[in-house]
């Protein structure tokens, strides 16, 4: 099929004929104009083509007809699809580079604009993640990697408190059952000791040296004293203190920043 085309800017079809080019050369004498003998052929491009340009314009530099690019579509006050950061002024494109993520487009005022306690809040979100990661991550000691999520915290929890009531307790019954539910068998040997430990008042000091399977982060098991595992969590609990005593500090870094770049600026050292 054959549009033909006026040579404008903002160019339109004339006419259409709906043939072939062999059927135009067989039918009508290869002359498109056949039926128009008013117009001048050179005034006009016959594009052969299955479909019309939505919005053609006459390019005098290939003397073709194509597609009107963005430009010019602006210019002809044809509504374009615009990017964040664009608008249209005096029929020409303008672009305003976006000053950083967390700025938004404002479509009526031509303006990025920014919520910087939205901003805080988010940069608050990603220091407590860090926190979190600190409080409740792996947690190397001695070449053993611990994992320490909030079960784990209480298994700890429970070898504290084990050991404390234990220095209090004068009923060898209680502390037998106490060990058998840490997975320790109390034979006769151990079953001596205890009670002599009992005797002397250093049950609490004799209960650290005995050992009990521990499973770690790569959910393997190792044989560890009650008295490390002790120390671990005393160590890890410092490692909270600290990590939320650096978080406090950040959050009021991120409460007297004033701009993005401030923010940005804000690390976990």
Known sequence: MFYV???NKKSQVVFTVNLTA???????GNNLFLDYPELNPADYIAIERNESFKYPTYDSVTNSIREMNRDELIEEGIEVQLALGEYIEDKKLKSIPQPSSYHTWN?????WDINMEEVKRTFRHKFRDVLLDKMF???EHNGKVFQMKDYDEINFM????ALDIAGEIED???IKQALDTLGISVDTELEEKIKMA???GKLKQFLKSLTTPWRLKNNS???ISLGELNLIYFSWILRVIAAQNKYTAITMKIKEARTVEELEAIKWE
């Open 172 to 174: 060898y019954d209680v």
């Open 198 to 200: 009992m005797k002397v």
């Open 158 to 161: 429970r070898v504290k408190m």
């Open 22 to 28: 062999d059927e135009v050369k067989n039918f009508m």
């Open 5 to 7: 085309y006026t040579k």
């Open 137 to 139: 991550g792996s947690y």
């Open 107 to 111: 479509i009526s005022t031509h303006t």
């Open 221 to 223: 098991v190792v044989t």
